[in-house]
């Protein structure tokens, strides 16, 4: 059974910066693609970004495009989302996600697995 545990969340003034990781385990990690969404209060999912399973493709939201990083690191089974120039309407529960399919894409029910979020909060 996949289990993915995110951290790096907090607090942060609009401008500011985080890196958010997910560590995956219960699978081999290097074959899965990976994805991070994010839910703000009252809205629905959205997608942010994703990665395939050797870290070559990535796709991007465009309203995080420039100042959000996904990256993988598969000795370490862990997926990273630097975070840069951070807006009050970045704030939101952010989600990890595992898709076995091997297809890096931006629909959550392409996913399979989930986290159980970290929260990022923008002070503006």
């Known amino acids: 059974q996949v289990q993915l545990v995110e951290s790096g969340g907090g607090l942060v003034q609009a401008g500011g910066s985080l890196r958010l990781s997910c560590v995956f385990s219960?699978?081999?990690?290097?074959?899965?693609?990976m994805g991070w969404f994010r839910q703000a209060p009252g809205k629905e999912r959205e997608f942010v970004t994703s990665?395939?399973?050797?870290?070559?493709?990535?796709r991007y939201a465009d309203s995080v495009k420039g100042r959000f990083t996904i990256s993988r690191d598969n000795a370490r089974n862990t997926v990273y989302l630097q975070m840069t120039s951070l807006k009050a309407e970045d704030t939101g529960a952010y989600y990890c996600?595992?898709?076995?399919?091997?297809?890096?894409?931006?629909?959550?029910?392409?996913?399979?697995?989930w986290g159980q979020g970290t929260q990022v909060t923008v002070s503006s």
């Open positions: 996600a595992a898709d076995r399919s091997g297809y890096y894409g931006s629909y959550g029910s392409e996913y399979d697995y």
């Open positions: 219960g699978r081999t990690f290097s074959s899965y693609s």
């Open positions: 990665i395939g399973w050797s870290g070559g493709s990535t």
